[in-house]
């Protein structure tokens, strides 16, 4: 006896990465569906600096700032992450385990989606370190999306 077994639709945040939209590996299908959607107004503190790492930001809608501030409280703004883009600060973190060194803002209604740290870990199968970022963009599915 055959049984159907369907494949839950993609979220609707995949469209806005067309490049991991068709990905089939399943840590990375099992990953889609632990993430987080989140819905941030424009003007919110998203990240502060020294504050810990803890998930992957995917950016689906929006754009958020990411920022220093100087002693005298003058922002310089570092870089922007806007729509369909990742926040490579928080990958460069999640890598070294280390803290945010800047802040970040939205600047607009953002949609964000968020990898917990524990689940973005099993996407990697070596310790985070540049063998491991190697690794997962060599392999077949992920390099060629």
Do not use: H
């Not at 870089?79 to 970040?104: D, F, H, K, S, V």
């Amino acid at each position: 006896m055959m049984t159907n077994v369907a494949t839950p639709p993609a979220p609707d945040w995949l469209e806005a990465f067309p490049a991991l939209r068709d990905i089939q590996d399943p840590i990375w299908l099992k990953t889609v569906r632990t993430a987080k959607m989140m819905s941030v107004p424009a003007g919110v503190q998203v990240i502060r600096k020294d504050d810990p790492c803890q998930q992957f930001l995917l950016v689906a809608k929006g754009t958020v700032r990411v920022y220093r501030s100087a002693e005298s409280g003058r922002e310089m703004a570092f870089y922007r992450t806007c729509a369909g883009e990742i926040c490579i600060m928080t990958l460069y973190n999640l890598i070294q385990g280390t803290p945010y060194p800047a802040g970040a803002v939205t600047e607009d209604e953002v949609e964000v989606v968020a990898i917990p740290l524990p689940q973005f870990e099993k996407l990697w199968p070596v310790p985070m370190s540049s063998a491991g970022i190697y690794w997962a963009c060599s392999r077949p599915g992920l390099a060629s999306s």
